[in-house]
């Protein structure tokens, strides 16, 4: 089975801050890397699919890139509604999640 | 725009059957042939876990982990599709999304597009 590996598990950071999430494959996905976004209480969201396109709606701000093993997602200038947990999702072979990212205030 | 809801008993006793079914309006499934349809679940204060897909046309795919014990199955005339899940225990008890599945882009990634705002099935005697 190919396992996600997401760093850091947790960040604290301020709002207009820079913000980035990695994840690492355990095997080649080639482009095969998604990214949601979930907010406590609430169904996730999709806001990257195929590791560099913005879902439809979602802001800007918020990109991704990677390719193979080695991914990530970045917020520009990170806003008060994007502080939330953050999951990638690989579906090269069949569909299986990292173990999330939570975004927190510092 | 799909919109998609959860439905199904909230407290199932251990080794039976957990069943849920998935209630998709704001079009006919019938439209969205080449989607396919997804379980995803999440226990209280933990990570996502994928438990299978359908295609819109019948063909089933499982996470291995969870393959012995688990059926999803789909009704387009209804606009619904279910998931059952066999001999459950505490382990099972989370939250249990449904979530449609589209593939994008070139390589036609799958990824979960809609979803449902889940339902929080606890297995419990």
């Known amino acids: 089975d190919i396992q996600l590996t997401q760093s850091p598990s947790s960040l604290s950071a301020s709002v207009g801050d820079r913000v980035t999430v990695t994840c690492r494959a355990s095997q080649n996905v080639r482009s095969y890397l998604n990214w949601y976004q979930q907010k406590q209480g609430r169904a996730p969201k999709l806001l990257i699919y195929a590791a560099s396109n913005l879902q439809s709606g979602v802001p800007s701000r918020f990109s991704g890139s990677g390719s193979g093993t080695d991914f990530t997602l970045t917020i520009s200038s990170l806003q008060p509604e994007d502080f939330a947990t953050y999951y990638c999702q690989q579906t090269y072979s069949n569909l299986i999640f990292g173990g999330g990212t939570k975004v927190e205030v510092k | 725009q799909l919109q998609l809801q959860e439905s199904g008993p909230r407290l199932v006793k251990p080794s039976e059957t957990l069943s849920l079914t998935c209630t998709v309006s704001g079009a006919s499934m019938s439209i969205y042939s080449t989607y396919y349809w997804a379980w995803i679940r999440q226990p209280p204060g933990k990570g996502l876990e994928w438990i299978g897909s359908?295609?819109?046309?019948?063909?089933?795919y499982y996470n291995p982990s969870l393959k012995s014990r688990v059926a999803i199955s789909i009704d387009t005339s209804n606009n619904q599709f279910s998931l059952n899940l066999f001999s459950v225990s505490a382990a099972d008890t989370a939250v249990y999304y449904c979530a449609s599945q589209q593939h994008s882009g070139s390589y036609s990634v799958p990824n979960l597009d809609y979803w449902g705002q889940g339902t929080l099935v606890t297995v419990s005697s």
């Open positions: 359908i295609y819109t046309s019948g063909s089933p």
